[in-house]
């Protein structure tokens, strides 16, 4: 990878990074799902007119959508609004060993020895952390947000199938014009409070709606999708590894929090078992990402 790229390459974790941040922040104004279904739609209304219209597979990308957008959003960001961002990040990466876990079970791939040790070690990582005393009570938004990798993960199965029939930034696009309304309705059916939260919201929350939407979502899938179609997958994929580096310092900076050691010693444990996997022999990452 040209040195250009790679720091091209590393502003996408810096963006979604400060984007976990920044949406820990809106949280406080919106709920969960209505601030996701704000961001989708925004980020479809942006994107829609300069996209083709995946004839044929519309079908699959509305089911796509709904597990590896809706319900995977949902479940992580309600998790995110009772965890700190610092917290919550170090949990996200559970996708990664998640994902080669499912891609073992349904398609019968052989992941090898060393992603079996990373993802081992990566689990341990998450039982480390959770066991930590300041960690206690705080057991179901953790389950939230490791179910939001979880699903994420199958998203990807879902994705794979489609077998590189729609371009990356098509997807987005697409995903957005079904996974906004999804959110939205959702919202309407499980949460409380919206149209009070839009009278109230203040320059923050709609803020985190512009930045998510365009900045999180548009510019960030934007920059990505052209690394990757100028270099190989396995170059670029290690510079997500900088994703809990920004978020933590950013979540310190702008929302004081303050992550003990012990929880940082677990989250570095978690990422020790991600980089086993990345970095494995002969990895080669071919699902699209569509969970930041």
Known sequence: MKTRDLFIAASVPLIWGLGFTI???????????????????????????FLPVPRG?????????LIGSSIQYGLTFTGLSQIDASLAVIIVHLEV?????????????????QRWLGMLVAFVGIVLIAGQPQVRGQGLPILLTAGGAMTWAIGQ???????GAVSGFTL?????????????????????GQLNAIGAATWVGWGTVLYLGIIMTVAGYGIWFTV????????????LLLLPIFTIASSMLLLGERPSWLVLGG???????????VFAH???????ETNR
């Not at 989250?267 to 996997?277: D, H, K, N, P, R």
């Not at 002969?282 to 699209?288: E, S």
């Open 23 to 49: 949406a820990k922040a809106g949280l406080a104004e919106f709920p969960p799902l209505f601030l996701m279904g704000m961001r989708f739609t925004l980020a479809a209304l942006v994107l829609i007119w």
């Open 57 to 65: 597979h519309l079908k699959d990308i509305f089911w796509i959508a």
């Open 97 to 113: 060993p998640f994902s080669v876990l499912l891609a073992a079970i349904v398609l019968r791939e052989h992941p090898g020895y």
């Open 157 to 163: 199965l879902m994705v794979k199938r489609l077998h």
């Open 172 to 192: 987005i696009g697409w995903i957005g014009v079904f996974a906004g309304p999804q959110m939205l309705a959702g919202s309407f059916l499980i949460e409380t």
């Open 228 to 239: 990757l179609s100028r270099n190989p997958m396995s170059q670029v994929m290690p510079v």
């Open 267 to 277: 989250g570095l444990i978690v990422l020790s078992g991600v980089a086993i996997i």
């Open 282 to 288: 002969k990895l080669r990452f071919k699902n699209v």
